[in-house]
């Protein structure tokens, strides 16, 4: 029986990248079915071969000269083909560049300047919206709207919960697929819902983030739902969608870490132009200072504060040191942006 790999790409569709794929049959492989792997990172990259994709469909090149190459970069367990894999590829050009869409590989430089020894660990929390085939949110009558929010975070019940069947197919093929994911929740906004993705270090949870995106999908046709990771799916008095960036260093984590908390802070704070540029499309839609949000056009950073750009957690403040979460970044960001940006400003790599 061959071993089925999908490969899995992140394309150059402007101004909001879309995930590809498609599935190569390696006959004779010398691949281990995935299911009998007990540590994903111990897979063999070098089985799967490069492979060529058209670019002039995917936004990726010209016509005349369209062939871009696909890298094999990380895999998971298939979920939805078990025994088999998906892999995450990285992009080049056919003269073998880092092609400019390939953000991951701009990430492995940073690393590369410094970025790798401050030991980073990330955590994403992926906030996404679930619509109807005919274009309302799930949880939406057909007209009009729903009763305003409060019941709906972190609910039960059919009156406040759209999509769960869909949520816990995701959850259990996520698991399934071994990727680092922490855990849901439903979200603030009926038809919203949250995976995270994480802590670990910048490519494995950044790889991890556009798997799971491209599990979601997956997972979604079979209920005829649509995923979004629009930053404003609702116009009006209705929660964004984003994508709080959770972020350590190891001198953050030791005792006395709260000084390089602060640290990273005060360096953001110099930054925040080009850190908004990095945090997704459309990000004034949803940074308006309400909603959970501080504006776009403030940097604050604070204890338990979810009014602030940069929220300290409790428990952090409490014992002096551990993490900061950026709550800024978009639903529809790209992890490799932030975590390279995150690392730029720290290590000041400019
Ligand atoms: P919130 O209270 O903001 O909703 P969540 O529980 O949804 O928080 O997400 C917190 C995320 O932070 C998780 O993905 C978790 O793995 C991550 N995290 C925890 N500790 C660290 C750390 N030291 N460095 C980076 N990320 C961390
Ligand atoms: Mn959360
Ligand atoms: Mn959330
Ligand atoms: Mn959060």
């Not at 994903?40 to 071969?49: A, G, H, K, N, R």
């Not at 490069?50 to 369209?66: C, F, I, N």
């Not at 998906?86 to 701009?106: A, I, Q, W």
């Amino acid at each position: 029986m061959p071993i089925l790999a999908e490969y899995i790409w992140v394309d150059g569709t402007q101004p909001t990248a879309e995930l590809r794929s498609k599935t190569r049959v390696l006959h004779d492989s010398a691949l281990p079915k995935s299911t009998e792997v007990a540590d994903l990172d111990t897979v063999d990259l070098s089985e799967f071969p490069e492979w060529g994709a058209d670019g002039s469909s995917t936004q990726q090149a010209e016509g005349a000269d369209s062939d871009i190459i696909l890298k094999p970069a990380s895999v998971c367990r298939d979920p939805f083909r078990p025994g088999h894999y998906l892999v995450m590829c990285e992009v080049f050009t056919g003269e073998g560049e880092v092609h400019s869409t390939n953000f991951r590989g701009d990430l492995r430089t940073v690393l590369e300047a410094g970025g790798a020894e401050t030991d980073s660990w990330f955590g994403f929390e992926q906030e996404y919206t679930l619509f109807k085939i005919e274009g309302r949110p799930a949880g939406f009558p057909i007209n009009g709207y729903p009763g305003p929010q409060g019941p709906y975070y972190c609910s039960v019940g059919s009156l406040n919960i759209a999509g769960r069947a869909l949520y816990e197919d995701f959850l259990e093929a996520a698991v399934e697929a071994g990727l680092l994911i922490s855990g849901v929740n439903f979200e603030v906004m009926p038809g919203q819902a949250e995976f995270q993705i994480g802590a670990g270090g910048p490519l494995k949870t950044s790889d991890h983030v556009w798997l799971a995106r491209w599990i979601l999908h997956r997972a979604s046709e079979k209920y005829n739902l649509v995923v979004s990771f629009d930053p404003k799916p609702a116009k009006g008095d209705w929660n964004g969608a984003g994508m709080h960036t959770n972020f350590s260093t190891a001198a953050m984590r030791a005792p006395g870490g709260m000084a390089h908390i602060e640290a990273a802070c005060k360096a953001m704070s110099e930054r925040i132009e080009a850190h908004l540029e990095t945090y997704g499309d459309r990000y004034e839609e949803r940074l308006t200072g309400h909603h959970e949000t501080c504006s776009y056009r403030e940097f604050r950073w604070g204890v338990a504060d979810r009014t602030a750009s940069i929220r300290i957690p409790r428990a952090v403040g409490e014992v002096g040191y551990g993490y900061l979460e950026d709550r800024r970044p978009n639903a529809n960001a790209d992890p490799y942006r932030i975590a390279a940006r995150m690392l730029r400003t720290v290590c000041g790599i400019d």
